[in-house]
Structures are given as structure tokens and as C-alpha cells.
């Protein structure tokens, strides 16, 4: 899993609530048996259109966030199934964070185990931050994770609330996997005793 410590990025708004998982990964799309290959396939629904073209109404598709690499999304963001693939699909996609006012727990959960920052932020910050977007091209955000810190283009700084162990990891780069082999003298020892 790669560090995340400070993060700089365009923004695009996804002004929606109850976005759930299968709306950010489809189900028919889980029959992969690799953990790659679905950024293609994120909010694909909405991306495209039934005869696969590109749909030029979704905000993903606007030229303006090609490159987006933080998404605001509305309250309740990834509730639905526990499936590991929506923060695949957002990942691969290219988002290193979410703000939203509120995350469904095992997504958000999902999110810290594959190294995407979920930030949870007051609703009217939440309004405002889009707004912003909406209003100006090419915005910007900056993430600081040691300082527990959204940083906007104008300077204003929104704090938000993390776990000591979920910053640990994210900071580290480490995932379940990862952190249980920092004690892997101690396992071993355990082992031959």
C-alpha cells in the first residue's frame, strides 16, 4: 500500500447523496478474480451511456476534472454492500481522498485498508468546498494527513477527526497484511516456542 502523508489535487464535485456500491462499482463487474482492473468501470451507470459512449452529463466526464484526484461527495457516501471493490474501482481511478459529511462504516473502513482517505467534514463545509469547485476551474485542495488538515486554495484550513491506528497505517503505507508483518520476529518466536 503506498504512504499517504500530504496530498495536492483537483477536485470534482459528485452532488449526490446515498451513493451506494454498486452504483460506484456495478456488480457485474466483480467477477474479476485480480484486485485491478476497475477504475474503468467506476460509477459506470452514470459514466456511460447505454450504447457505451461516454455520457457528457456526468461530471466525471467533463474535461474541466480529468485528473481530479479528490472527490466531494454528499452524506451517506458508499452505503449499500460491504464490497471491497468500490474503494478498488475509486483507487484505481485515480481518488487518493473523499470528502463527504458522513460515510457508511464499512466503506469508510474499506477505504483506510486500501489506502484512500475518507474525511469526514460538516455538511455546510462540505457545500461550500463544492460550490468552490463548481465555480472555479481547475481547484484545487491540499491534504495533510499529519495535521489532520484540508487546506483550500484561499488558505481557509478545515480540520477533520482520524483514528490513531487508521493514521498509522495510511501514513506507513501499511495495510492489515502489512502491519501484522511488523511483528514478524515476534510471530516467529511465538512459533518456535
Known amino acids: 500500500m503506498e504512504a499517504f502523508k500530504e496530498h495536492v489535487g483537483r477536485v470534482v464535485p459528485l452532488d449526490r447523496i446515498n451513493v451506494d456500491t454498486d452504483q460506484i462499482i456495478p456488480k457485474q463487474f466483480l467477477k474479476r478474480i485480480e484486485r485491478t482492473g476497475f477504475g474503468e468501470f467506476l460509477f459506470n451507470d452514470w459514466r456511460y451511456l447505454e450504447n457505451?459512449?461516454?455520457n457528457p452529463e456526468f461530471v466525471l466526464n467533463f474535461p474541466r476534472?480529468?485528473?481530479?484526484?479528490?472527490?466531494?461527495?454528499?452524506?451517506?457516501?458508499?452505503?449499500?454492500?460491504?464490497?471491497e471493490h468500490a474503494p478498488?474501482?475509486?483507487?484505481?481511478?485515480?481518488?487518493?481522498?473523499?470528502?463527504?459529511p458522513s460515510f457508511?462504516?464499512?466503506?469508510?473502513?474499506n477505504c483506510y485498508k486500501n489506502g484512500i482517505l475518507?474525511?469526514?467534514?460538516?455538511?455546510?463545509?462540505?457545500?461550500?468546498?463544492?460550490?468552490?469547485?463548481?465555480?472555479?476551474?481547475?481547484?484545487?485542495?491540499m491534504v495533510d494527513l499529519e495535521e489532520q488538515s484540508v487546506i483550500c486554495a484561499d488558505g481557509t484550513v478545515h480540520t477533520f477527526e482520524i483514528g490513531d491506528f487508521e493514521k498509522h497505517c495510511l501514513l506507513n503505507g501499511l495495510d492489515e497484511i502489512g502491519w501484522t508483518?511488523?511483528?514478524?520476529?515476534?510471530?516467529?518466536?511465538?512459533?518456535?516456542?
Open 52 to 54: 457505451g459512449d461516454p
Open 65 to 83: 476534472y480529468a485528473g481530479a484526484s479528490i472527490l466531494i461527495a454528499g452524506a451517506n457516501f458508499g452505503c449499500g454492500s460491504s464490497r
Open 88 to 100: 478498488w474501482a475509486l483507487q484505481q481511478y485515480g481518488f487518493k481522498a473523499i470528502l463527504a
Open 104 to 109: 457508511a462504516d464499512i466503506f469508510r473502513n
Open 118 to 141: 475518507p474525511i469526514t467534514l460538516p455538511a455546510d463545509v462540505i457545500a461550500s468546498l463544492s460550490q468552490e469547485v463548481h465555480d472555479t476551474e481547475g481547484y484545487q485542495l
Open 181 to 193: 508483518l511488523q511483528f514478524e520476529a515476534d510471530i516467529a518466536a511465538f512459533e518456535n516456542r
